[in-house]
């Protein structure tokens, strides 16, 4: 058994090992809430959306603990309008709790994180790592340096860091079994709709949860591609570059795959503002480059 401290200390820079062990330890605080803050609050976030309590309370213990370690420049959130400021150099841009509208009903939820080299916003070409965490059955915490993607899961009872290697290296597989695309479909532009079609005639299972994280995850595992795409009524998608896409797209980079807007590389987009949001499909290269070569030619 390979516990996430060791597996750190031999592939991966000091301050990123220290922030990926803060992010996985105060997941774990975060599983422990949730049976408990299921009430929703009256407050909105930044983009406008009804704030659940959990998602406040899970933004101040990352943005706390992280910051604590004393490694972070800047934390900014998709739950707070301005970044928290540290003395450290690394730039993380998070989403506390991913797929918030699941809580009511208890399907998966998530916590993702770009650790970005440049003050923020800025493109996913200054990840030097990114890191997702799945409440699901397990709690688990995926994440890349820039070497390979590797899944840890949480064992209770575990003495020292109870996080233990679940697969090192996964890699994307090219044999696509499953997609779920966000968006009510009567929106979907036209090329997407197509290609919807087209997979669906190829025998590709729709595997869709409302979770980006555990949505993601299941493309990761078994192939094929997940997307929230512009809509007619919303060309920019849904998902945030910075908290969201970029940190995802790195992910899917180091596993083999490929994630992209529509017309490039998720990874080059320079988001204008904190919660600029764009356009995705992320997953098996082939699947993307597809979608990406209908889009283009609409
Ligand atoms: P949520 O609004 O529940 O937080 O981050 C936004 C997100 O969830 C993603 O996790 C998820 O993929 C998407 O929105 C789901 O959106 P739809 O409800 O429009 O499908």
Redesign the pocket.
Known sequence: MTNLDIFLRDRAPADLSRLILTAASTSMQVRRALPFTTKLTRGVNPSG?RQAEIDVYANELFASSLLATGLVSEVASEEMAEPRRGRGKVHVAM?PL?????IATNNPLGSIFGFYSSALPCSGDNLVASAFVTYGPMLTLTFTTGEGVHTFVNVEGQEGNPFILMEESASIPEKAEVFGL??DRRDWIEPVETFVASLEARGLKLRYG????G?FNQVLRRGGIFG?PALKNKPRG??RVLY?AAPMAFITKHAGGYASDGSRDVLSIVPSALAETAPLYLGTAGLVKEVESLIRGA
């Not at 991913?98 to 699941?102: A, L, Q, R, T």
């Open positions: 959306e989403d991913d797929g918030s509208s699941n966000g968006g409302g979770t980006f994280v949505d929230y849904k998902l969201e």
